[in-house]
């Protein structure tokens, strides 16, 4: 890895008149290019929706079904261990009659009922993003649909992807001027995107509260056999479980959903077991608190207290978001059928039996659940419950993992390790976020040491635990809104500060440098332009690769981007030049994963790209002198119509062009990939035929494009300083000088987010004043 120093100002070049001007509306036309399928994207979409219909693969929905319930339920369903005991706790004390039961059991079925059942499974699961949920894939769910992202890098070319126009189009009187005045209002703009992180912040912040709680609130039983166990040695085994359940993460969703998914079973069927039982033997006529006459009755008798109960009341809904958040993860249809006839009934028929056995045993209030367990089945029920607790964490972490993520990829979040844990799409892990939350678990765990102050958290009981969910959700809040004030400042400014074009046309083909042989990959984030990191680097080393490749790679608001339809590919200049462009896009769900042979992918693209430029005239630029040149999308299958031979040989023994690579730094390739073997990579080589009886110009540029691709490949990126500038005001400089600037040197680097070889890294240090 080399480095390249540079210090330079941020009004030191010409600002252009408007920052959308080039940049946010794209000026040039887009081919789309589609050797591997053949279809359109009108037949895509289509093909899409019908693999929507539940009933065109029954089985695959079932399956879903079933492990979703180790999943997404799995916190829902352990409310029961708590919800009574939190509802009667403080001032309700004094209201603990079976009246009051009666009540209580009737806000809890009516609250399911209306939440979990109507609002979710009915209306909620409805508005997703080409099957994605969360409050991220409504956000980019508008900004496709107008005009609400804050980074302008928004191109024409993205529209036309297949999974770009799915969703609701009518236009309304209504939402027209909505979509007009939040384009118009930049503040408004904002103040969405703070409302959306902030509900994500929330989210994970309960994932931070409900595995402390539901596991201890399981163990809490065990010292009714076990007197001699004080509350400390409870809290100390809910520890130990919480740091197996961390643990065990990293294996993936598909197999802890496996795993799990017969726990949640067998404790469900057990519960409602239970609570029919006790519901026929202890007090049948709890059958008429369904009716919501309870509810007034309870309210007008409690007063004040019976209000502020009612946040006990809601953590029968305890987890319900994941239903929202794990979408992608499975299918709505799954989901609807699991919660509908099996979840549902089980909580309701439960709670029943808990609120009549309760009527006829006041005092058991305090040990609520437990103490309604028959003797004859305590201690499986005990054990089954211990295990459903841990299952019931499962749901809000794996929720948060997929929050991260989506803020990730919309520049909302440092950088942080995903790992994509199964073939099937969604299914992550990300390491720091786990352990973080595992020892913010821990903390909560032993600092609070009761399920009932756990609890005041979710309520309006700020003083006795409510800070904690507050001061969790704004710290992340904070974090996400300075990554992504300093993100977009520094996008700002090499927007403002990139190369003129017409200043590179007037260099000749030379660019007034030494041509060295090898490809260069120039990562940037601008989609149009040239970014001033190649300007700062052939001022201080006045030679560059003969092939000039100019990578950005952005994420749509999209969730998902097929491989058909990842790669743009663009000429910058005249064809002498041999300097192209590279649009790499990804979806804020998809996993950037290249297989190791991204170098391979970009040189088949290009090679197609300039076998297409040939045939289809209006993709070239080299007779006009305009800025960019035509992009076309490239399938990246390497089993597509490519002009090239390829070979998946090793690439020096196969290749019949000579390597013009030295002797030491084949040497040294050699030993770094002996010492590195997780780096290895498959070898593919590439060749031209013989007598393919193409045009000369473009048997050259092939030719030029193979030879550099044997001499080898840099990979150059920015090592940037973000600062304030000196006229800066106080608060702007604690932002970029403190916080960000600390976010960034404590996340993952570029590029090792971009799994780019650390061998044949090229780093230009830049000091960006914003």
Same mark, same amino acid.
């Given at each position: 890895?080399?480095?390249?120093?540079?210090?330079?100002?941020?009004?030191?070049?010409?600002?252009?008149?408007?920052?959308?001007?080039?940049?946010?509306?794209?000026?040039?036309?887009?081919?789309?290019?589609?050797?591997?399928?053949?279809?359109?994207?009108?037949?895509?979409?289509?093909?899409?929706?019908?693999?929507?219909?539940?009933?065109?693969?029954?089985?695959?929905?079932?399956?879903?079904?079933?492990?979703?319930?180790?999943?997404?339920?799995?916190?829902?369903?352990?409310?029961?261990?708590?919800?009574?005991?939190?509802?009667?706790?403080?001032?309700?004390?004094?209201?603990?009659?079976?009246?009051?039961?009666?009540?209580?059991?009737?806000?809890?079925?009516?609250?399911?009922?209306?939440?979990?059942?109507?609002?979710?499974?009915?209306?909620?699961?409805?508005?997703?993003?080409?099957?994605?949920?969360?409050?991220?894939?409504?956000?980019?769910?508008? =900004?496709?649909?107008?005009?609400?992202?804050?980074?302008?890098?928004?191109?024409?070319?993205?529209?036309?992807?297949?999974?770009?126009?799915?969703?609701?189009?009518?236009?309304?009187?209504?939402?027209?001027?909505?979509?007009?005045?939040?384009?118009?209002?930049?503040?408004?703009?904002?103040?969405?995107?703070?409302?959306?992180?902030?509900?994500?912040?929330?989210?994970?912040?309960?994932?931070?509260?409900?595995?402390?709680?539901?596991?201890?609130?399981?163990?809490?039983?065990?010292?009714?056999?076990?007197?001699?166990?004080?509350?400390?040695?409870?809290?100390?085994?809910?520890?130990?479980?919480?740091?197996?359940?961390?643990?065990?993460?990293?294996?993936?969703?598909?197999?802890?959903?496996?795993?799990?998914?017969?726990?949640?079973?067998?404790?469900?069927?057990?519960?409602?077991?239970?609570?029919?039982?006790?519901?026929?033997?202890?007090?049948?006529?709890?059958?008429?608190?369904?009716?919501?006459?309870?509810?007034?009755?309870?309210?007008?008798?409690?007063?004040?207290?019976?209000?502020?109960?009612?946040?006990?009341?809601?953590?029968?809904?305890?987890?319900?978001?994941?239903?929202?958040?794990?979408?992608?993860?499975?299918?709505?249809?799954?989901?609807?059928?699991?919660?509908?006839?099996?979840?549902?009934?089980?909580?309701?028929?439960?709670?029943?039996?808990?609120?009549?056995?309760?009527?006829?045993?006041?005092?058991?209030?305090?040990?609520?659940f437990y103490s309604s367990i028959p003797?004859?089945?305590?201690?499986?029920?005990?054990?089954?419950?211990?295990?459903?607790?841990?299952?019931?964490?499962?749901?809000?972490?794996?929720?948060?993992?997929?929050?991260?993520?989506? =803020?990730?990829?919309?520049?909302?979040?440092?950088?942080?390790?995903?790992?994509?844990?199964?073939?099937?799409?969604?299914?992550?892990?990300?390491?720091?976020?786990?352990?973080?939350?595992?020892?913010?678990?821990?903390?909560?765990?032993?600092?609070?040491?009761?399920?009932?102050?756990?609890?005041?958290?979710?309520?309006?009981?700020?003083?006795?635990?409510?800070?904690?969910?507050?001061?969790?959700?704004?710290?992340?809040?904070?974090?996400?809104?300075?990554?992504?004030?300093?993100?977009?400042?520094?996008?700002?400014?090499?927007?403002?500060?990139?190369?003129?074009?017409?200043?590179?046309?007037?260099?000749?083909?030379?660019?007034?440098?030494?041509?060295?042989?090898?490809?260069?990959?120039?990562?940037?984030?601008?989609?149009?332009?040239?970014?001033?990191?190649?300007?700062?680097?052939?001022?201080?080393?006045?030679?560059?690769?003969?092939?000039?490749?100019?990578? =950005?790679?952005?994420?749509?608001?999209?969730?998902?981007?097929?491989?058909?339809?990842?790669?743009?590919?663009?000429?910058?200049?005249?064809?002498?030049?041999?300097?192209?462009?590279?649009?790499?896009?990804?979806?804020?769900?998809?996993?950037?994963?290249?297989?190791?042979?991204?170098?391979?992918?970009?040189?088949?693209?290009?090679?197609?790209?300039?076998?297409?430029?040939?045939?289809?005239?209006?993709?070239?630029?080299?007779?006009?002198?305009?800025?960019?040149?035509?992009?076309?999308?490239?399938?990246?299958?390497?089993?597509?119509?490519?002009p090239l031979i390829i070979s998946d040989?090793?690439?020096?023994? =196969?290749?019949?062009?000579?390597?013009?690579?030295?002797?030491?730094?084949q040497s040294l390739r050699s030993s770094?990939?002996?010492?590195?073997?997780?780096?290895?990579?498959?070898?593919?080589?590439?060749?031209?035929?013989?007598?393919?009886?193409?045009?000369?110009?473009?048997?050259?540029?092939?030719?030029?494009?193979?030879?550099?691709?044997?001499?080898?490949?840099?990979?150059?990126?920015?090592?940037?300083?973000?600062?304030?500038?000196?006229?800066?005001?106080?608060?702007?400089?604690?932002?970029?000088?403190?916080?960000?600037?600390?976010?960034?040197?404590?996340?993952?680097?570029?590029?090792?987010?971009?799994?780019?070889?650390?061998?044949?890294?090229?780093?230009?240090?830049?000091?960006?004043?914003?």
């Open positions: 890895m080399y480095q390249v120093g540079i210090n330079h100002e941020e009004d030191s070049m010409e600002h252009p008149p408007s920052l959308a001007a080039g940049e946010g509306q794209e000026s040039i036309d887009t081919v789309r290019k589609d050797r591997k399928s053949g279809q359109t994207p009108q037949a895509t979409r289509k093909s899409k929706l019908l693999s929507k219909f539940p009933l065109v693969n029954i089985s695959r929905n079932l399956v879903l079904a079933y492990q979703s319930l180790g999943v997404v339920y799995g916190d829902l369903s352990t409310s029961p261990l708590y919800v009574y005991r939190s509802i009667f706790d403080g001032k309700l004390q004094d209201y603990q009659t079976p009246e009051a039961l009666f009540g209580a059991f009737s806000l809890i079925f009516w609250t399911i009922t209306l939440i979990p059942l109507l609002k979710y499974v009915f209306i909620v699961l409805s508005a997703d993003d080409n099957g994605e949920g969360g409050s991220f894939a409504l956000y980019s769910l508008l =900004c496709r649909h107008a005009k609400f992202s804050l980074l302008p890098n928004q191109q024409a070319a993205d529209e036309e992807l297949s999974s770009y126009r799915y969703g609701y189009s009518g236009q309304s009187t209504s939402c027209i001027q909505l979509k007009r005045f939040l384009e118009k209002h930049k503040k408004s703009r904002t103040v969405l995107l703070v409302i959306v992180l902030l509900a994500a912040c929330m989210v994970i912040g309960d994932g931070v509260l409900t595995p402390a709680m539901s596991v201890i609130s399981s163990m809490s039983g065990i010292k009714a056999a076990a007197e001699h166990l004080t509350h400390d040695g409870v809290v100390f085994l809910s520890c130990i479980i919480l740091v197996g359940l961390f643990a065990l993460q990293h294996v993936g969703t598909h197999k802890v959903g496996f795993l799990f998914a017969p726990i949640v079973l067998i404790w469900l069927i057990s519960i409602m077991i239970i609570g029919l039982y006790n519901t026929i033997i202890w007090n049948p006529k709890i059958v008429s608190a369904l009716s919501p006459y309870y509810i007034v009755k309870f309210l007008k008798e409690t007063g004040k207290d019976g209000w502020i109960s009612l946040g006990g009341v809601l953590l029968s809904v305890a987890g319900t978001e994941a239903m929202y958040a794990d979408l992608g993860h499975f299918s709505a249809f799954s989901m609807r059928i699991t919660f509908a006839f099996v979840v549902y009934p089980c909580l309701v028929i439960q709670y029943m039996g808990q609120a009549s056995f309760l009527s006829k045993n006041i005092d058991s209030i305090p040990n609520s003797d004859r089945v305590y201690w499986p029920v005990f054990v089954i419950a211990t295990l459903a607790a841990i299952v019931g964490s499962q749901s809000i972490i794996t929720a948060t993992f997929s929050i991260v993520k989506q =803020c990730n990829s919309l520049g909302c979040f440092p950088r942080v390790k995903i790992v994509h844990t199964s073939k099937h799409k969604g299914q992550i892990y990300v390491p720091e976020i786990n352990w973080i939350l595992m020892i913010l678990t821990l903390v909560v765990a032993i600092g609070f040491q009761d399920t009932t102050l756990i609890g005041n958290a979710y309520v309006i009981k700020a003083p006795q635990g409510g800070w904690v969910s507050l001061l969790l959700s704004f710290i992340l809040l904070a974090i996400m809104l300075v990554w992504h004030y300093g993100t977009r400042k520094k996008y700002k400014y090499d927007l403002h500060n990139k190369v003129p074009l017409k200043w590179l046309l007037g260099l000749a083909p030379s660019l007034g440098i030494v041509r060295v042989p090898g490809i260069g990959l120039i990562y940037s984030e601008l989609v149009t332009g040239v970014p001033p990191i190649f300007s700062h680097f052939v001022t201080n080393l006045p030679a560059f690769h003969n092939v000039v490749v100019f990578v =950005c790679v952005k994420f749509v608001p999209v969730p998902y981007v097929s491989s058909d339809e990842r790669f743009l590919i663009g000429r910058i200049g005249p064809r002498p030049y041999r300097m192209y462009r590279c649009i790499v896009r990804y979806g804020y769900k998809d996993a950037q994963q290249d297989g190791g042979n991204f170098e391979d992918l970009v040189v088949q693209s290009l090679a197609e790209f300039i076998q297409m430029e040939a045939v289809e005239p209006q993709l070239s630029s080299s007779e006009s002198p305009s800025l960019d040149g035509r992009m076309a999308v490239i399938s990246t299958s390497l089993q597509t119509n490519s040989e090793d690439f020096e023994t =196969c290749s019949t062009i000579q390597s013009s690579k030295s002797v030491t730094l770094y990939d002996d010492g590195n073997p997780e780096n290895r990579k498959r070898r593919v080589g590439f060749n031209l035929p013989e007598n393919s009886g193409m045009d000369p110009d473009v048997r050259d540029e092939l030719l030029d494009l193979v030879q550099a691709k044997e001499a080898g490949v840099a990979y150059i990126t920015g090592h940037s300083y973000v600062k304030a500038r000196r006229s800066s005001s106080c608060w702007k400089k604690l932002v970029i000088d403190v916080a960000y600037s600390f976010l960034r040197k404590n996340c993952r680097g570029p590029a090792v987010a971009l799994n780019i070889p650390h061998i044949s890294l090229i780093e230009v240090g830049m000091i960006y004043y914003v």
